[in-house]
C-alpha cells in the first residue's frame, strides 16, 4: 500500500508521545509497584498507563484503520491479525528495568509499518522531554528547542564509536567489534541507541541478543530517516511483520562512506 503521511501525522504523534511520557513520570515519580511477566521481564502501572493512552489516541486522532501491536497487549495475548497492510508497533515503555532503577534512560515508542519496513517512528524520553521523529519528511529531533533535521555522519576514519546495551552486553558483541576499528565504545538505554546513531553522535550498535519488534522498529525509522541501516548478522535488511514479532540478531549503522 503506498501510505501518505502528513506533517499533521507527525505532529500528533509527537503530542502524543509526550502526553504518554507525562503519565509515565506520574508513576515514576510516586511509589509504584513491580510486576514480572512470564518471560520475567518487569512490567509496572507506566507501561500499562501509556499504552492504553496511545493506543486510544491513534484510533481517535490519526486512524482506527490500522492493527495496533502494543507489547503489553500482546502479552496478554491480544493480537490483531496485521494482514498484508500497515499496522502500528508500539513500545509504550521501552526499558523498564531502567525505569525501574531510576536511571532516566526509558523511551516512548511509536511506529509506523508498511511493506514490512518501518516508515514512521517517534521516540520520546519522558526524564529529558527529548523526541526524535522519523519518517519520509526526513529526521529530525527536538531537544528543548524545537524539531532540527539531524542525520548520520560519515564513518570517521580515525576509529568508530560503538554503542553496547548497559543491560545485555555479552561476549558475543565483543567478538563481533573486534571486526571494526573501535576507537570508543559508550553505552545508553533503550531505543535511544539507534537515536544516538541519528544523531551522528555514534557509528555502529550490535544487538546479539532477544529483542521483539517494537522493541526496535521506533528507533529503526529514525535511523532510517537519518540515512541509516538496521541489518541482520548476514546484511538483509530488518523488516517487521515477522511470526511471533521477534527479531534476529541485527547491527544497525550510520553513513559508511567517507
Not at 6 to 11: A, E
Not at 193 to 215: N, Q, S
Not at 229 to 245: I, N, S
Request: net charge negative; aromatic share 8%; charged share 25%.
Amino acid at each position: 500500500m503506498i501510505l501518505n503521511i502528513p506533517l499533521s501525522m507527525l505532529d500528533s504523534l509527537h503530542l502524543m508521545a509526550v502526553r504518554a511520557g507525562k503519565e509515565i513520570m506520574e508513576v515514576y515519580n510516586s511509589d509504584f509497584e513491580v510486576e514480572y511477566k512470564g518471560d520475567d521481564s518487569p512490567v509496572t502501572a507506566a507501561d500499562r498507563r501509556a499504552e492504553d493512552l496511545i493506543t486510544k489516541a491513534i484510533k481517535e486522532e490519526i486512524t482506527a484503520e490500522f492493527p495496533i501491536i502494543g507489547e503489553e497487549a500482546f502479552s496478554d495475548g491480544n493480537v490483531p491479525a496485521i494482514g498484508d497492510g500497515p499496522f502500528w508497533l508500539l513500545d509504550p515503555l521501552d526499558g523498564t528495568k531502567e525505569f525501574v532503577k531510576k536511571t532516566g534512560e526509558f523511551t516512548v515508542n511509536i511506529a509506523l509499518i508498511n511493506l514490512g519496513m518501518p516508515v514512521v517512528g517517534v521516540v520520546h524520553t519522558p526524564a529529558t522531554g527529548h523526541v526524535y521523529m522519523g519518517s519520509p519528511h526526513g529526521a529530525f529531533a527536538d531537544l528543548g528547542s524545537g524539531p532540527k533535521p539531524i542525520s548520520c555522519r560519515a564513518w570517521p576514519p580515525g576509529g568508530l564509536t560503538a554503542l553496547v546495551s548497559k543491560s545485555h552486553k555479552s561476549p558475543e558483541t565483543d567478538e563481533f567489534l573486534k571486526d571494526y576499528d573501535i576507537r570508543e565504545e559508550t553505552s545508553a538505554g533503550s531505543s535511544l541507541k539507534f537515536c544516538v546513531i541519528a544523531r551522528g553522535i555514534a557509528d555502529i550498535y550490535p544487538r546479539l541478543g532477544r529483542t521483539m519488534e517494537w522493541d526496535t522498529a521506533a528507533g529503526h525509522a529514525v535511523l532510517r530517516a537519518a540515512g541509516g541501516t538496521v541489518t541482520d548478522l548476514d546484511g538483509k535488511p530488518l523488516t517487521y511483520g515477522k511470526p511471533g514479532f521477534e527479531n534476529p540478531h541485527f547491527v544497525a549503522k550510520g553513513k559508511q562512506q567517507g
